[in-house]
């Protein structure tokens, strides 16, 4: 089925839930593998207009997540949650959200800044503020900070899927696998 129920994760929200994180994996992957070139080099220069680029398909396939996620109903976790799990999990997503939107805007805040092209799959895309190398230097810092707190956000939340699915014992982790087996029903 394409559509969320109230006992499962739909097709679409399961697809881009996974290719969501493929994403992220590949952005991260990226900007980390650059650093195994010298500054300047074309496999450098490469990976980091993979990591432009890819970062802002997250910005821009996120809205379309969120979408999904207001017109869609969210399955119920059996068994239920605690009032304090729920609010935890609604955190995680929340702070997930912000960052699949923060961190591109942000980089491409730092592009603008910076002066330098916005590079989106064959195409260009406006700057979002005038040059400003002071603005431009903050901004990448902060763009860094909040990198590595993703790192730790994402490691959460798989620790999270797992704690449910073998700990608790519940739903949570199958209504958002690809197949489901006849014995997991």
Do not use: C
């Not at 559509?3 to 499962?8: D, I, M």
């Not at 959200?97 to 800044?113: E, H, K, N, R, T």
């Amino acid at each position: 089925m394409w559509k969320n129920s109230s006992e499962r994760y739909g097709s679409v929200s399961i697809l881009l839930h996974w290719l969501m994180l493929v994403l992220i994996v590949a952005v991260y992957a990226a900007i980390d593998l650059r650093e195994l070139y010298p500054k300047g080099s074309d496999p450098r220069e490469a990976l980091k207009t993979w990591h432009f680029m890819l970062g802002l398909l997250v910005f821009w396939l996120v809205w379309l997540r969120l979408l999904m996620r207001v017109i869609a109903p969210v399955p119920r976790i059996v068994p239920p949650q605690k009032g304090w799990e729920a609010f935890f999990a609604t955190a995680m997503h929340l702070a997930l959200y912000l960052l699949m939107i923060g961190m591109p805007l942000v980089g491409w805040l730092i592009l603008s800044a910076s002066g330098k092209p916005i590079p989106f799959f064959g195409s260009e895309l406006s700057p979002l503020i005038g040059p400003n190398k002071d603005l431009a230097a903050q901004l990448k810092e902060l763009h860094e900070e909040v990198g590595n707190i993703g790192y730790f956000l994402i490691a959460l939340h798989a620790a999270a899927a797992l704690f449910h699915h073998y700990i608790k014992r519940d739903n949570t982790l199958r209504m958002m696998l690809p197949m489901r087996s006849e014995k997991s029903k």
